[in-house]
């Protein structure tokens, strides 16, 4: 099967029971944001301008938990911010797989190998030392970490961990390869903390799955070549969406960066030509969502928004009218159906109802379109698509990761002509240089310095290297 036959079977008894009682409408996926901080800044998230009077507060764990039984989705999402970052993470993944749900935790990845080795240390004995060689080898671990896991004191043994599961998957925000991803997140050297946790994750047992936004400057042939690689990885799917300029992503892109938000976000049409491959990728890798949703993408049919479906609840409450677009929260999942006037938003054969849903293409709002269809064509395509073989791992080899690790791993990062410009007898080459020259590996220590947020280095680069092209400009 492409995707665990027990998940497949409980969202499908979730769909049909709802259809049988007739319910007009009810939650598939909840998106559960504890809170809004976060360690990265990356470019079109507005989460942080949104919610910039809010970013040191937290949903209480009960709260959460509260609000998954709230609007009873068999699947949330637990995303933010850093969901990492909750004091309570731990407690809030027990309490949901109690409560049985489906649970996807979305991550950087910065900090998930530090919750992957104690969950090493709570439960480690002789039987778990081959592992523990191979993250030694693989230097997935240090020799000082392993010690610390093999002596773990009555603290550690007693900590709540998150264990790997069949109802649970690390779900790690990857954007593009690495020169890429670590442009869009706004810092070096995440990338390749993403494909180190991804490696340990596997060897550990866990379910790992990845996330990935598709923007204007992102190239089709490096989307493909990203699924190989994380392929190679056998990650076990992927998610990918369109771009889409929400109001507070648009307000981030012009205030914090100077940017032109039509240099970055797709319209519709541009969407289509990004994703004409979709279905063909769907074919070839373990992609979540529907060939419904996939066949809108690439623009071979129009779909009614239902972002319902996939409601967030966060530090205000339940977000109305979805995940992107806020116009009020309500303190429950049913006053917020009940009180929306729903017709007003999405696109209809063309039409937007609302100017800001004109170019949304979003999975949040439509990816359940295509699963809540009550055309025998979709039901059977959908059925088709999720009880099919799981496409095979792509092949690893050197070319593949040599075509990952295109950015800082190779002295080719996005932060490398800034570096030249304060540092010229570093040997610093710009991210577009054509001079074929070796540079000294990447070395990163992600849990040391990515866990900030803080952007004054990057920004005081930029600045000096402006300085540098306007005092030495090049010659005509």
């Avoid at 079977?9 to 259809?19: E, G, L, N, S, T």
């Avoid at 995440?190 to 866990?206: H, N, P, R, S, T």
Wanted: contains cysteine; proline residues 5%.
């Amino acid at each position: 099967m492409r995707f665990p036959l027990a998940l497949t079977v409980k969202i499908a008894r979730h769909i049909v029971k709802h259809k049988l009682r007739k319910t007009p409408k009810f939650a598939m996926v909840l998106q559960l944001e504890p809170l809004h901080t976060c360690n990265l800044t990356c470019t079109g998230c507005g989460r942080i301008r949104e919610y910039s009077t809010s970013l040191k507060d937290m949903v209480p764990l009960e709260q959460c938990l509260a609000a998954a039984q709230d609007c009873d989705a068999p699947m949330v999402s637990i995303c933010g911010g850093e969901p990492l970052i909750y004091p309570k993470i731990e407690e809030l993944v027990v309490g949901l797989r109690e409560q049985k749900r489906i649970i996807y935790i979305c991550t950087n990845a910065m900090f998930m190998r530090k919750k992957m080795r104690e969950y090493l240390a709570a439960v480690f004995s002789p039987e778990l030392e081959p592992k523990l060689q191979q993250l030694i080898t693989e230097k997935l671990v240090t020799e000082k970490e392993a010690d610390t896991i093999r002596t773990a004191d009555a603290a550690a043994k007693a900590k709540v961990v998150i264990k790997p599961s069949k109802w649970m998957y690390w779900n790690v925000h990857v954007d593009g390869l690495e020169f890429t991803h670590d442009l869009i997140v706004e810092r070096e050297g995440v990338f390749k903390e993403c494909v180190a946790a991804i490696k340990m994750a596997k060897i550990l047992g866990y379910q790992t799955a990845t996330n990935t936004t598709v923007y204007k400057e992102t190239d089709v042939q490096e989307i493909e070549d990203m699924f190989k690689f994380l392929s190679s990885l056998d990650v076990d799917g992927h998610t990918i969406s369109p771009g889409y300029d929400y109001d507070a992503a648009k307000k981030d892109m012009v205030k914090r960066l100077g940017r032109d938000p039509k240099e970055f976000f797709l319209t519709r049409d541009m969407t289509r030509q990004k994703f004409a491959k979709i279905e063909e990728w769907g074919q070839m890798f373990t992609i979540f969502g529907t060939p419904v949703y996939q066949e809108f993408l690439a623009g071979k049919r129009e779909l009614t928004c239902t972002a319902w479906a996939i409601p967030t609840y966060n530090v205000k409450g339940w977000k109305a009218p979805c995940y992107l677009m806020t116009d009020g929260h309500y303190p429950t999942y049913g006053e917020m159906l009940g009180t929306v006037k729903w017709e007003k938003y999405g696109v209809v054969d063309g039409v937007a109802r609302d100017s800001r849903c004109e170019h949304c293409m979003v999975h949040c709002g439509y990816d359940p379109s295509g699963a809540l269809s009550n055309k025998p064509r979709d039901t059977w395509i959908n059925m088709k698509y999720n009880f099919g073989s799981k496409p095979k791992p792509y092949a690893a080899s050197a070319e593949l990761e040599k075509r990952a690790f295109n950015g800082a791993s190779i002295g080719n990062g996005h932060l490398a002509e800034a570096k030249a410009a304060i540092n010229p007898a570093a040997g610093a080459r710009g991210a577009f240089s054509n001079t074929k020259t070796e540079a000294k590996p990447h070395t990163h220590a992600a849990e040391d310095s990515c866990g900030t947020g803080d952007t004054s280095q990057r920004d005081d680069l930029l600045t000096k290297i402006a300085a540098s092209k306007t005092t030495n400009p090049k010659p005509e």
